[in-house]
Structure formats: C-alpha cells, structure tokens
C-alpha cells in the first residue's frame, strides 16, 4: 500500500490521495510463514527498541501486511469491504505490552469510497497472541471518530460511520446489534477487552421530522464482555434557550440476541429534542422547556419492548407552534413506564411543584396509530399518531402569577383527553376536579397552528363562594368585568357555575359564563347600600355581562327593607373602555323606605326638593334605569336615571303644608332634571288629579309645582277657605288648580274654574246659578295652617264679585271682604262676610253701594238660608224705593234670626232725614218709615212740594208677587202753603178765603191717612184723605213716579168742620156736600178739571155717579 492518503471527512480534510488497489488474496503457506517469521524477527528488534518506551514507525511492507491481516478479519463480517491503513507506528510499554497507533484508518467500499474514516485509532496487543503468531488487540482508542445516523419517513434507521457517499444498509438497532456480535466473534476479536473513542461526533438526521441533530465532545467506551457488549456514549448535545446539555447512553446486549438493554441519562435537553428522539414521549414535543432525568428501554428485533424511567421538566411554556401564545409553567416531575401489552405509557407519578401549579397525579396514555387502534406489543418504526390519556388527580393547586388571585386548590379530580401531536390538537373529553363539597367538570378542545391557538372549553362548576370564584377567574380575561364581581359581589355562594371559552387567532377571548348564587350581596350601584340575601342568576355572554336579581333586598336609612327581586345589572360592551353599566332596579318598599333609598347619592332626590324622606307613607313600586361608567372613581355628573313608581295608598301631611294628601294609587317620575309625581286623590276631603314637580337646577332648589284638576264642590270650597256659606254649592264640578310650594314659606294655590256642573246659590238674596250655566271663578290662595285667599273672583249668572278671604287659626272664616259686588242690577258694592265661630251664623255687611228695591227678586225667590239668625250691617250710599224715591246714606243694623229685622236711618234723596225698622213680613221684609217732618220727605221724595212739616208713618208690607208693597201713609199736622194744583181747585169752586189762606200761612191738615199700592215705577193710591177745619180732600189715582204723571180723582168738600158731619154717609175727606174733581197730566204742571153740579150729590149718592179711580199693577189680594 502506498504512503497516499484517501479522502477523509468532507469538509476541512486533505485532499483524497489514490485509491490503493483492493489487495490480492494471499496464500498462507510457505510466503506467509516466511514473512511472518521476518516480522517476528522485526519485532524482537522491536521489543529491544521497545524497551526505552520510544514508538518505531513501521515500513510499508510491514503495513501492508497488518492492512491483510484485518481483511481478513474484516472479510467474514463485511465481506465487500477492505481496510486501508495511512501509516503504523509500534511502541512496547513497560508492561512489555504491544501498542500500535494506525493513522488514518479507513474501511473502504469495492469502488474505493470510505464507508468509516478514523483518523487515529490505537490498540494494544496480545502479547501471548502475537508470540503464538497472532495479532490480536486487547483494546481499541478510536480518536475523531464522526458517526452519522438517520431516520427515514418510514423510521428505519441508517448507520454511516464517518465515511462519504452511499453506506450499507443497517436499518435497525437489531442489525447494528448483529453486526457488533459478528465482529466479536471473529478470532483476531477474541482478546479485544474494549473499546473506547473520544472527540467523537455523532449527526442525527430525523427525515419525520426534518431535524438535525449535532452531537459532538463525543466519548464512548464499548466492553467486549465473555456474553455480552456493553457501551457508554456520553455526548453534549443543545438544550433548552441555548444552553448545552449532556446525555449518556448506556447499551448492553446480550451476544447471539437481538434483545439490547438501553440506559439514556441526560440533563438540560431540550424537550422537543427528546420528543423527536423518543416517539413514544412525543407530546413533549409541545413544550419549551429542558429535561433532565433517565430513561431504560429494552430494544428488540420486533422494536421498543420496555420503557420506565423519570423526567424532571425544567420551567418553560407549552408552546406547540412558534405563533401560539406561550401558557407558562414551572417545572414537573414524571415517573412512567411502558406496558406494551395493553399499548399503553403508564405514569406512576405525576408531580408538579412550582409556584404556579402543584399537583400529584398518575395516570395512563393509550398510544393509538392512524387508525385509531391501540399499538399493542413492542413499539417499532410507526409512530403513535393519537394519545388518549387519562389522569388521576390527588391534590392540585393552581397559583400562577398574575392569573389568579390566589391558588384554586382541588383535593382529586380526572382528566381524559385526547391529544394529535401534528397538527397540535388536544380534545378535553372530561376534566373533574373536586374540593370538598364542590364539583368543577370540563370539556372542550385546544389547537395550535401557524396562527396561533384555537380553543373551545366548557367549564360547569356546582357551587362556590363568590370570592373562590373570583380567584378562579383569570386576571387577564374581560378583567373589567372581573374587577366588577370582585367588588360589588360581597358575599354569597354561587352554584350551577358554567363557562365557556372561545379563543380565535387574531381576536380577544369570548367568555361566556353563567352562573346562580344564593345568600349574597350585591352592590349594583357604588354608591346605595347593597343587596342582601339575594337570589339569582348570571351571564356574561359574548360581549354583554348580565346579572338578574331573582330575590334580595337593600335595607336604607329609613323605612325598613326593600324587596329588590327582578334587578338586573347589565356591561353590553365589556370590551368598551370604560365599559357602561346599564342597571335597572326594582323595588318594592314603604313609601319611606323607597324614598330614602333615593336620598342616596347619585339621586337624592329629596335633598335636592328640600323635603323629608319620611313626607309621606303608602306603599311603592319602584323601578330605575341607571347608565354609569365602570371606572374607579365615579361623580355624579357620570351617572345617568330614569325612574319611575306606583305609590299605592298614599297619605301626606308634609308635601303640601296644612293639607293632608291621599291617593289610592299615585305615579313618580323622575330622572336628573326633576321629580314628578302624578294621581288622582284627595287634598283634605277634596278629591283631585294633579301632578306635582321638583326640579333639581340649582336656580329650583326647596320650590315645587302641583299642576291638575280638582273636585269643585261645598267641601272644596270649605277646604280651601274660599268663605262660601254652607249650602252655597251644590254638586260637583271641575277646577283647574296650580300650587307654588317653596321652602319654609306657605304654598300658594291659583284656582280656575268655568263651574260647569255645579250650582250655586245665595238663598237669602234669591241668586242662583244653575248647574248648566258656565261661569268664571278664580281663586289666589295661600296654603298653610291658616289659609287665605289673596283674591277671589266669581262671575255667573249675573253675579260678579272680586274680594279677598281670610281664615281663623285653627280653622273656620274670619272676614271675606269684596269690594266690589254686583248681583242681577239690584246691588252693588261693598260686601263683607265675617266669621263669627264655628256653628254660629257668619255676619254680613254692605259697607258701600247702591241697592234698588225695583230690581229685588221676588219673595218667592229669596228663601232663607236656615242657618238661623246672623247680622246683617247696610251702610248704603243709595236705596232705591221707586223711580224718583232713593234712601241715601242708609245706615242700619239688623238682626237675620226668624228673618230680617232692625233699625235704620236715611235720608230722602239726600235730603229729608228719616228712621225705621224692618220686620219680617209673609212675603218678604215690610219696612216701617217714620220722620219728624213729613212735608220735607214729600217735597225731597218729588211728591209734594206744598206741605211743610207734620209727622210722617209709612208702613209697607211686600205683596205676594214681589216688587210691590201695601202701604199705609199717616201724616199728621202738616201745612200746605202755595199749592197750585189745590189753588185750582179751590178757585174752581170760588172758594175765596181758603185761597187767600193758602197763599199766606197754608192750609193745616189735621190728618192724612192713605192706603196706596208701591211698585218700581208708581205709587197707587187706593184710599186717600185729607182733614183739615177749612178743607177736606179725598183723593184715589195713580202716581207715575218714573214719568211724572199723574192720574187721579176725588172730591174736595170746603168748610169740612161743618160739612164734615156727613162723613158718616160717604168717604173720609169727604163732606156731605163737595166738589168731584180729577188730575191729569204731569205732577209739575196738572190739569185740574172739578164738576161744579157734583156739589147737588150729597155725598151717600156720590159713587154712584163716580167713576173707579184709575190703578195701575194689580190690586191688593
């Protein structure tokens, strides 16, 4: 063999040197002893050399017959390969052992292509062996070695060992292990005690999984035992984040068997690395993250045989793809072993201790193939596809930082699941972990693609305390809504727990979590007290959280408990930042309850209306809709209300001052502009339907509005102390009220009201106002303890009336004044009504105006009002009797007890002074007038203006019809002077001295007696007379007060002391023998007519030729 060299490994080796020629076989006799005998000689030299410990380097021809020698061991093993040997130096030790180093040492195939390539490999020799002639090494020290090894698609497995270009076909350990035993047994192996190699480098190739593995720092040690190899390879290999990590395999195999027992002992590999290399350990291939531990298989023909062994994972993350979110952990202890009977990886021991998982576990996986079926019996080149694994849990606690808020702790639990390595799929059949009483099951599916993770978990749990729950919540999923449960949740156990995860690549968790709780407490609004005992249910589903209130109640300041059953809190977007609560309440309360519950901030309602919680009590169904940012500060201004309530059987002495208010059933409103309270109900005894508001502006604070309808009627009238007497009113109408409350001041009540449906009625003066006529009455009052009305006006039916009312403290009318009073064109003025105590009569007065008798309903119209007795004060500036006939300045004071009667004083058109009385009468009042000098009241009266003196007495008493009196006229002493209408007459009967007597001092009346009929517009004398000593006149006519006409007749008897004795025979004024004369015309200028031949009529005989005196109405019944 030549000094050249082959090619050695590729890259950085020399230049291949010529392929020597294959060597020739050689005969062994006779050339090979001799040469034999030459190199024992050679040797001896050797050995002499040898002994001063320096090697000598062998010629050629003494290396090309070593390179023979291992043909011909090489030959029965390999039998289309040949050794070729670079170069060979020869040392002897000082134990007298042969050691030979051969340099570039290479195993070659037929076309010359090195199939193994040793850069050094040294040996020592038998020394027995080599005197018998035989060259036989005790061991081997193999230095560079470099060993490649893959694995196809299929899992065969091929052997190169350092060599280039294609290299023979070992698929299996089984074969390697064969190979190894062939080599053993071969005669030149039979002192070969070891073998060791070191810098060695070891390539894996796996074509499944497209990776490659470089293992270098590589020393491996092979011991050539009487029944069994035995190696140790220890290599360095990469491990987890670029650290280094070491492995040491140890294999023993029995000679003349395919069975090999194999030992791996590594530390910080890598465990995609370990998954890759052991197929059955593939789920491991998921995580990121080193192992260290040991593991013992026992290697058949068939396959893998036997597993046991326990790794200790390192803290890392499962992370299946490069895409997927990391899912950290700490670290993991496993202890298992294969049982290739059932097909199954059992893990005895399964433990997790780290800060955010603990666990002890043990469990089983069933390794299925493609098909599904259990890979049953030794495990050999297929691959499982499927795991199902199934766990059995002894204590888990689960802590990791920032997901919880403490550690959920479970004491046993299971876990089957189903899990494809490629694609990355875990399907969750059940998980079940148990605490106590508590039962937390799961199911669902995990995946991991070039996307990231896709997951689907139902999560049902049968109950827990909110807080447990909270801490089973995930910090980072929807934590606003989380924060929310954690803080207003305050208490309770919450049962029939489910959830649901979705996670899509790209896209924010959706949770949907359903839950019912019992006993708990619940704040749905910061800031109003919480709900106790409550009962109910909650979602979150998609993004809208939702709680519902089934049964609870809130206990405020006042007014005892609230039912809150049928509240529901409500985040639509609990994605929205700040996300909103919608929170819509229901409460079923007292009214004092519901009401101080919305004193509470954010309402507080009835501190911005100025008024108690307690101002009124009744029965409420509330219900609010509140609007608020989940944030952790929230104002006021944050908040937005709608609420809304029935208010049954309400009573309130508070809301309007002095008034008691009940309803049967009223209606609130409110929201942050105002309070509104609206009903039908009773203020007092009068029945209403207003509506009452609050606003809240600062510019409304302590002021209030009722706005509505109420009942007008007697009672309403008493009620608001508008000073009508009893009996007044009758029936029922309709009012329009308007009440102004403000703080710490009376409320002031504006009245309207068109009084349709009602009558009224003033007896005493015969007005009334049917229930079919419209009207017009306006009331100002002010509300209180003492109410008053500031202005009352009332117009119908020809009345109308504008005056003020006040009240008596402690009730009942102390003086309704109004000015101005007209009432059917009789009167008007000034009326007054004053309260005289409760059960007694009021008192009237009119203090001013005009009335006029003509226009006096008649009798028959103005009936009493049968309360007795009150009194009636008439300070007139005018009373009209008759057209012409005024009193003025009438001043009296009369009793109404069994009907009017009193005194008065006037004066005759503002002149004659006179007095009377008024009694009652049949058919109305008759008035009694006297005066002191009847001459002036005929004269001021228009009716007379000749008489002077005398003394007046007139008595009128109403008639029946009404409007017209009876009288009776009696004037005494009176004296006529310059009358004309009596200076005709006289001088139409030539009565001399009597007209002379009139022109000077007048004639004297004794008497003057008169029956006469009073109207409006005339005065009707029915009987009249005249007496005098010079005259006697009788008289019967009409008297046209309003024209001044006059139509009358009579007869004027002269000298009536002597003529007068007839009078017995005809009328008073009349004599026996006098003059019939008539009147007509005007009262200032009459037309006198006397029949002088009347005179021959004596006086008996006289109405038999007179005719009846004219009358004017009807004539007295």
Do not use: C
């Not at 919880?404 to 639990?413: I, R, T, Y």
């Not at 600062?698 to 009672?715: D, N, W, Y």
């Not at 006529?976 to 001295?993: D, H, P, T």
């Not at 006697?1032 to 006519?1037: F, H, N, P």
């Amino acid at each position: 063999m030549t000094a050249a060299q082959d090619k050695g490994e590729e890259g950085g080796d020399p230049p291949e040197r010529p392929v020597s020629p294959r060597p020739r076989k050689r005969h062994r006799t006779g050339l090979g002893l001799r040469i034999f005998l030459v190199l024992l000689a050679f040797l001896v030299v050797v050995a002499g050399y040898g002994l001063t410990g320096r090697p000598i380097r062998l010629p050629v021809w003494a290396v090309a017959e070593v390179e023979s020698r291992l043909n011909a061991m090489v030959g029965p093993v390999m039998p289309d390969s040949s050794v070729a040997i670079g170069g060979m130096e020869v040392a002897v030790d000082d134990d007298w052992v042969p050691r030979i180093r051969l340099d570039d040492l290479r195993l070659l195939k037929p076309d010359g292509a090195a199939l193994l390539a040793l850069p050094e490999l040294r040996m020592s020799l038998d020394p027995a062996a080599l005197l018998r002639g035989r060259l036989q090494p005790q061991s081997l020290l193999l230095s560079g070695a470099r060993i490649s090894v893959r694995r196809d698609a299929q899992g065969q497995y091929d052997f190169a060992f350092g060599g280039g270009g294609a290299v023979p076909q070992i698929t299996s350990f089984a074969q390697l292990f064969d190979l190894a035993d062939k080599a053993m047994a071969q005669p030149a192996a039979a002192s070969l005690k070891s073998v060791e190699a070191e810098a060695l480098t070891l390539r894996l190739t796996d074509d499944r999984t497209g990776r490659v593995w470089e293992l270098g720092d590589g020393r491996m040690t092979v011991e050539n035992r009487p029944d069994a190899l035995a190696a140790e390879l220890g290599v360095t290999a990469s491990g987890a984040e670029g650290v280094a990590g070491r492995a040491t395999l140890t294999l023993v195999t029995q000679k003349k068997s395919d069975e090999a027992r194999l030992e791996a002992r590594f530390d910080g590999i890598s465990a995609p690395d370990l998954a890759s290399l052991a197929p059955v350990l593939a789920p491991l291939g998921a995580l990121d993250a080193p192992i260290s531990g040991r593991l013992a298989t026992t290697l058949r023909s068939a396959g893998l045989s036997a597993l046991e062994g326990e790794l200790n994972i390192g803290a890392g993350a499962l992370r299946p793809t490069p895409a997927a979110q990391p899912v950290l952990f700490t670290d993991a202890r496993i202890v298992l072993h294969l049982d290739p009977d059932h097909g199954r990886l059992v893990m005895d021991d399964l433990a997790v201790d780290g800060p955010a998982l603990k666990l002890q576990a043990d469990g089983q996986t069933y390794l299925l193939d493609a098909a599904g079926q259990r890979m049953l019996g030794p495990l050999g080149a297929m691959l499982p596809e499927t795991f199902l694994t199934q766990i059995r849990f002894r204590d888990v606690k689960i802590d990791p930082e920032g997901l919880f808020q403490e550690p959920a702790q479970f004491s046993a639990g299971a876990l089957d699941l189903r899990l494809r390595v490629n694609p990355f799929r875990v399907e969750v059949g059940q998980l079940a972990l148990a605490e106590d009483d508590r039962r937390l099951l799961a199911r669902g599916v995990a995946s991991a693609d070039a996307q990231g993770w896709t997951a689907s978990f139902d999560l049902s749990l049968n109950k827990i305390a909110h807080d447990k729950l909270v801490a089973l919540w995930p910090v980072r999923l929807v934590p606003k809504t989380r924060e929310w449960v954690q803080k207003n949740i305050l208490q309770g156990k919450l049962f029939d727990v489910k959830a649901a995860l979705r996670i899509l690549p790209g896209q924010e968790p959706r949770l949907h979590l359903g839950y019912s709780f019992e006993n708990a407490d619940v704040r749905f609004v910061p800031s109003l007290p919480p709900i106790r005992e409550g009962y109910g249910y909650a979602t979150i589903e998609g993004k809208t959280n939702t709680i519902v209130l089934s049964r609870g109640k809130v206990t405020p300041p006042l007014g005892g408990d609230i039912d809150m059953a049928g509240s529901v809190f409500m985040v639509p977007d609990i994605t929205q930042k700040p996300a909103q609560a919608e929170i819509r309440l229901k409460a079923r309360s007292s009214l004092t309850a519901a009401l101080s519950l919305l004193d509470q901030p954010p309402f507080q309602f009835l501190t911005k209306a100025d008024k108690p919680v307690d101002l009124g009590e009744g029965e409420a169904q509330l219900q609010a809709v509140l609007h608020l940012p989940l944030k952790p500060k929230v104002l006021v201004q944050d908040v937005t209300y709608q609420v809304t309530a029935q208010v049954s059987h309400f009573r309130s002495d508070v809301l309007v001052p002095g008034r008691v208010i009940t309803a049967d059933a009223m209606q609130v409103q409110a929201d942050r502009s105002g309070l509104t309270i609206s009903g039908p109900g009773l203020i007092g005894g009068v029945p209403f339907d207003a509506t009452y508001h609050q606003g809240f502006a600062p510019e409304e604070r302590g002021k209030a509005r009722i706005e509505g309808t109420v009942a007008l009627s007697q009672g309403a009238a008493d009620e608001f102390g508008l000073g009508l007497p009893d009996g007044t009113v009758s029936g029922t109408g309709r009012a329009n009220v308007a009440i102004d409350l403000q703080k710490n001041q009376p409320g002031k009540l504006r009245l309207t009201s068109n009084l349709a449906g009602i009558t009224l009625r003033l007896p005493d003066v015969g007005w009334t106002k049917p229930a079919a006529t419209a009207g017009r009455l306006e009331a100002d009052v002010t509300l209180g303890a003492t109410p008053g009305v500031e202005r009352l006006v009332l117009d119908a039916a020809s009345l109308k009336a504008e005056g003020a009312v006040s009240m008596k403290p402690g009730g009942g009318l102390d003086k309704a004044s109004f000015p101005k009073v007209s009432l059917a064109g009789w009167l008007n003025g000034a009326v007054t009504i004053t309260g005289r105590g409760k059960g007694r009569p009021v008192g009237l007065a009119m203090t001013s105006g005009t009335v006029d008798l003509r226009k006096l309903p008649p009798a028959s119209a103005r009936k009493g009002s049968g309360q007795g007795g009150g009194p009636l004060s008439l300070s007139l500036d005018r009373l009209v009797v008759a057209q012409s006939i005024t009193l003025t300045g009438f001043r009296g004071d009369f009793s109404l007890a069994g009907g009017i009667n009193g005194d008065f004083r006037a004066a005759v058109n503002g002149g004659a002074a006179v007095a009377g009385n008024i009694l009652p009468a049949p058919y109305g009042t008759s008035v009694r007038l006297v005066s002191e000098d009847a001459g002036a009241v005929m004269r001021d009266a228009g009716i007379f203006q000749s008489a002077h003196g005398g003394k007046l007495s007139l008595v009128l008493v109403p008639r029946k019809s009404g409007g017209a009196y009876d009288g009776k006229a009696r004037i005494t002493g009176v004296r006529v002077r310059n009358a004309n209408v009596l200076a005709e007459l006289l001088n139409a009967i030539s009565v001399v001295g009597l007209l002379e007597q009139l022109d000077g001092s007048g004639l004297v009346f004794a008497e003057v007696d008169g029956d006469l009929i009073l109207t409006p517009n005339a005065v009707q004398i029915t009987r009249g007379s005249a007496i005098g000593a010079s005259l006697g006149v009788s008289m019967a006519g009409v008297y046209q007060s309003g024209s001044g006409l006059v139509d009358m007749q009579g007869v004027i008897s002269p000298i009536y002391m002597l003529n007068g004795i007839g009078a017995l025979l005809s009328k008073r004024g009349e004599g026996v023998f006098g003059f019939n004369y008539s009147l007509k015309g005007t009262a200032t200028d009459p037309q006198v007519s006397v029949n002088p031949l009347s005179i021959l009529t004596p006086g008996m005989f006289r109405e038999i030729f007179r005719q009846p005196p004219p009358v004017v109405g009807e004539s007295k019944e």
